[in-house]
């Protein structure tokens, strides 16, 4: 049942946030909302409030808010007294604010609840070494049990990850470390060697050999709002780096998941703790932002892509381009969630129902 409800709330939480920005920006525009659906049809159940449908349907893998007007290319006949009130209406501005408006609600979303999180107390882990290995460049350099780094390379380091990434960067690299040992400051040198392990995209990393001491560091408010948004900045530029690689081959298309995967993860987490779901759905509310901002016909990227040639040739894009754009988008798309589910129904097959990598 975690695995059931989780995917539930996560996506619907995800969806609900999503569409309700565009919902919000559209009414502050003045455009005529016709619906607003969480999931796809077939409909579960509808209610009519105002102006406006609101729908819950059985497919919970999307949703949308059907605006008056909103097809450029659409025969539909609205009233005159409508007119002014319809999506094609209104300038070429407010048409995008309303379109960004989703993958912004998303983005927004995912910072607030990391904010909330590191405000409530998720653990910061100091670099405070716990251990030194056995002949370890670490222990080659004399590093000890208690040392606290505090910088390296003359760049100021208190987060355990900021230390470990620093190193992961740097194998075969001389580094200076700045330590704190017994209330005094010492410098020493350390190469880190290549770890037989690798990063989460493959690539070999840099190891010195040492453990964290378990040491966390307590932030205060203003503290821990930095530290959520500067998490959001990491999460959003790993999404965007596995996105880059991808495209260039570097990762194979193997590696995507999709909503099968989701579910696993989803249920996991919600067995986790309330803390690891906020993470999990922080994270894929971040990957659903970019992604639907990618130029695709279809997705929120594509609209703007549309808007921007539009700002270029002066005239909307319609007629026989504007429909070739947007099978070729409803293709990629169909084929892109034939090839993620392919890799979730292979890996539980060759590897059981985990998420080990």
Known sequence: MEYFFGFLILL???????????????????????????????????????????????IPLGGYVKLLGEDPDSKEEIPPEDLPRAFTSKSLSARAAIILAGPL????????????????????????????????????????????????DGESVWRWDDMRSIIEKSPGKDLLM??????????????????????????????????????????????????GLRFTSYLTKLVLTTLAKVVRGEISAKALSGPITIVQASGESL???????????????????IINLLPVPILDGGHLLFFLIEAIIRKPVTG????????????????????????????IITRGWTLQP
């Open 12 to 58: 619907g939480v995800l969806i609900f946030v999503h569409e309700s920005g565009h919902f919000i920006v559209a009414k502050l525009a003045d455009v005529k909302v016709l619906k607003f659906s969480l999931g796809f049809p077939p409909a579960m159940m509808s209610r009519k409030r105002g102006e406006t449908e609101y729908i819950l349907s059985w």
């Open 105 to 152: 609600a998303n983005y927004v979303l995912a910072a607030l609840l990391l904010c909330a999180g590191y405000v409530a107390g998720w653990p910061v882990l100091a670099s405070d070494i716990g251990k030194v290995l056995e002949d370890s460049p670490a222990a080659r350099a004399s590093l000890k049990t208690g040392d606290k780094v505090v910088a390296i």
């Open 178 to 227: 700045t330590l704190e040992r017994e209330g005094q400051r010492i410098d020493i040198h350390v190469t880190p060697t290549i770890s037989d392990q690798t990063d989460i995209f493959g690539d070999p990393v840099g190891r010195i050999g040492v453990a964290p001491s378990g040491q966390n560091v307590k932030l205060g408010f203003f503290a821990s709002i930095y530290e």
């Open 271 to 289: 067995k986790a703790g309330v803390f690891s779901f906020i993470f999990l759905l922080s994270y894929i509310s971040i990957n659903l932002a």
């Open 320 to 347: 026989r381009i504007r429909e070739v754009a947007v099978h070729a988008g409803l293709l990629f798309i169909v084929l892109l969630m034939v090839l993620v589910f392919y890799n979730d129904i292979t890996r």
